[in-house]
């Protein structure tokens, strides 16, 4: 099993900027393919991006390239989220999620963690 744990959420103004971590545990993190989700209210989870285990290839949702870094420090077992010029359409719970494969489902989830941004 893995544990993981987010954190950082909270609330910003547009134009504003926050990082959200989440740490892992219960298997070796430089195993773990690691991703980043959210889930608006009313609406389905969607893909923010992912980063592979060696942290050598990353991806991004069309609606945050430019604008978001993942990125992970395998020596603290963690993998952030740094989201910049942050607007009102960003609003959502954010969850982090950890595969063991190298594309295929995500078999972890986080509780996840809100992030709120006023216009």
């Known amino acids: 099993q893995v544990q993981l744990a987010e954190s950082g959420g909270g609330l910003v103004q547009a134009g504003g900027s926050l990082r959200l971590g989440c740490a892992a545990s219960?298997?070796?993190?430089?195993?773990?393919?690691m991703g980043w989700f959210r889930q608006a209210p009313g609406k389905g989870r969607q893909f923010v991006a992912s980063?592979?285990?060696?942290?050598?290839?990353?991806d991004y949702a069309d609606s945050v390239k430019g604008r978001f870094t993942i990125s992970r420090d395998n020596a603290k077992n963690t993998v952030y989220l740094q989201m910049n010029s942050l607007k009102p359409e960003d609003t959502a719970v954010y969850y982090c999620?950890?595969?063991?494969?190298?594309?295929?489902?995500?078999?972890?989830w986080g509780q996840g963690t809100q992030v709120t941004v006023s216009s």
């Open positions: 980063i592979r285990q060696s942290g050598d290839n990353t």
């Open positions: 219960g298997r070796p993190f430089s195993s773990l393919g």
């Open positions: 999620a950890a595969r063991t494969t190298i594309a295929g489902l995500y078999n972890f």
